[in-house]
Nanobody, 118 residues
Framework: VQLQASGGGLVQAGGSLSLSCAAS????????MGWFRQAPGKEREFVATINRSGVSIYYADSVKGRFTVSRDNTKNRVYLQMNSLKPEDTAVYYC????????????WGRGTLVTVSS
C-alpha cells in the first residue's frame, strides 16, 4: 500500500489543523493505521493509532485530548484532527500502516510538515 500525508502548514499556537493520509490499493481496511511525527533533531515518535474498524484508538499522552484520529475505509483515508496546537507539536507528520496485530509498521508515507508558531 502506498501512503501520502497532506494538510500540514503553519499555524499559530492554539490553532487547529487537519491532516489527511490517502492510501492506494484495495486492502486499506485490512491495515491498522498510525500517525507518527519527527521534530527537528529528535527521534520519530508515536502520535496515534486506529484499528481496522476504527473502534480501537490510542494516543500518545502528549496529544491526548487535543488530537483525534479517524478513518474512512470507503475513501481509503485516515485523518488526524489537531486542536489546541502547541509549538512543541512542530514536526513532520507521517502516516503508516501495519497488519493488525503485527509488530511493526511496514508501510510509510511521505510526511507533511506542521509548524506551530508561538
Amino acid at each position: 500500500v502506498q501512503l501520502q500525508a497532506s494538510g500540514g502548514g503553519l499555524v499559530q499556537a492554539g490553532g487547529s489543523l487537519s491532516l489527511s493520509c490517502a492510501a492506494s490499493g484495495r486492502t486499506f481496511s485490512s491495515y491498522e493505521m498510525g500517525w507518527f511525527r519527527q521534530a527537528p533533531g529528535k527521534e520519530r515518535e508515536f502520535v496515534a493509532t486506529i484499528n481496522r474498524s476504527g473502534v480501537s484508538i490510542y494516543y500518545a499522552d502528549s496529544v491526548k485530548g487535543r488530537f483525534t484520529v479517524s478513518r474512512d475505509n470507503t475513501k481509503n483515508r485516515v485523518y488526524l484532527q489537531m486542536n489546541s496546537l502547541k509549538p512543541e507539536d512542530t514536526a513532520v507528520y507521517y502516516c503508516a500502516a501495519k497488519v493488525e496485530g503485527g509488530s511493526r509498521y511496514v508501510y510509510w508515507g511521505r510526511g507533511t510538515l506542521v509548524t506551530v508558531s508561538s
